[in-house]
């Protein structure tokens, strides 16, 4: 992966320039709440690649991004939009949406632990989402 200033300015415009893609895959709605008319940023799922690619990145809310980065601010009730997102079509979005449902499950939501129970991944996603954040 690229490091220093040069490093993270170059990825930084790589992701921006898949914005574009992102909206039209989103139809300008978070991936993950499905939240419309509001600020919507590239987020890449880790484990990072060397050079970020557009299938390994979601489209996301300040609101999801702040809990993701947050876990100690977690608003539970938030994330009931995984029983959405876990069936996303979007890799990525069921990656993510794994380890948001496993974050739940750690802090006594039943519900979270029934939906992943039902939740049917891919081995590879379910690889993916497995990796360390």
Known sequence: MSTG???????QNVLQRFAKE????S??????????????E???VPPLEEEPYVEGCVFICEECLKQIENPK??????WRCLNNAIYSEVPAVQAISFRMLRRLIIKGEHW??????NAYLDPEVEEWANQAE
């Open 73 to 78: 601010k977690m608003i539970h009730s938030h």
């Open 5 to 11: 200033f040069q490093g993270k300015f170059h990825r």
């Open 112 to 117: 979270a632990k029934e939906l992943l129970e």
């Open 27 to 40: 139809r300008s709605h978070c991936e993950l709440c499905d939240k419309s008319g509001v600020r919507l």
């Open 42 to 44: 590239v987020f890449e």
């Open 22 to 25: 992102l909206v039209r895959r």
